[in-house]
């Protein structure tokens, strides 16, 4: 019975074993290369196991390639990996372009491809335009009248600026000012919604696409809608601050009139303050002409008569009831 555990456990030992010798001596993936035209030594699959790079990965492309009548060096393919690329999607790429006619070689492919740009698909958008929708801009025109405009960019990708050239982002932005600039230079919205492709022909004719992964083969304006009147709006919203200003300075003049009021009434009391005193030093100025001689009893009781006549007159003159034309009144 021991026997036979020894067996199995020898068994399963053998097994591990050549399934680690064929592991690191892919026999198999050899001769899957001898096969398809690949000249690639064992020792050199076996190395790529040491050197951290799948054979698989790499065999692979080299078939796809080569059956595709492109000739890639396995140490470009090795270090392409290890830079992180992506060699499958490089090789396939490569592979595009070559049959598109495209002048696209192995290292800017590499370089477009570790700028983190998807190389295959740019290939394909250099073939197969790309239509882009912007968003809707919305511009004034000198009538004061605003248009919402909303065009579709077609563009194709420029291989030559792939690697430091602007995304779909700045064309995007490029389009939308040069939509603005156009629509506020036209003289009135009627213009604009007459002639809606002056709009793309003032737009690519300012080279927008400069600088930039892409190249702009058209500007359509797919829609145009009529927004606010911005004109009239500013100008009621200029007749409300003209108005709230005509307020404010009313209600200033309004303040310095009560302030002025309030100085003239105090001053109307300072001047009967005035009056009082005045009037105080009357009996003492009596009592003093009484003891030097010069006011008479006589004189004084004229006084006081002129004094009660003149009392009498003014509670006449006050008295609206009063008939100061009779004379039996």
Known sequence: MENVYIVI??????????????????????FTAFVSGVRISLIQLVLMR??????????????????????????????????GGRVQQVVNALISADKANMDLNFKTA?????????????????????????????AVAKDGIQLIAMARVTVRANIQQLVGG????TVLARVGEGIVSSIGSAESHKEVLENPDSISKVVLEKGLDSGTAFEILSIDIADIDIGKNI?????????????????AKAEERRAMAVALEQEMKAKAQEARANVIQAEAQI???????????????????????????????????????HAGDNPED
């Open 9 to 30: 456990a020898l068994g399963i030992g053998a097994i591990f074993l050549l399934w680690l010798l064929l592991y690191f001596v892919p026999v198999g993936l050899w």
């Open 50 to 83: 040491w050197r951290k790079v799948p054979p698989g990965v790499i065999v692979k492309s080299m078939i796809t390639a080569t059956k595709a009548g492109l000739f890639l060096k396995r140490d470009d393919l090795e270090a392409h990996y290890l830079a």
């Open 110 to 138: 590499t370089a477009i491809d570790l700028a983190g740009r998807d190389v295959l698909e740019a290939v394909q958008m250099s073939v197969n335009p790309k239509v882009i929708d912007t968003k809707k801009v919305a």
């Open 166 to 169: 602007a995304g779909e982002e």
């Open 231 to 247: 004109g009239a709006v500013l100008q009621m919203d200029q007749a409300n601050a003209d108005k709230n200003i005509a307020q």
């Open 283 to 321: 009996p003492m100025a009596i009592a003093e002409a009484f003891r030097s001689g010069n006011l008479g009893i006589m004189d004084y009781q004229r006084y006081r008569n002129i004094q009660a006549d003149t009392k009498m007159r003014e509670s006449i003159a006050e008295d609206p009831n």
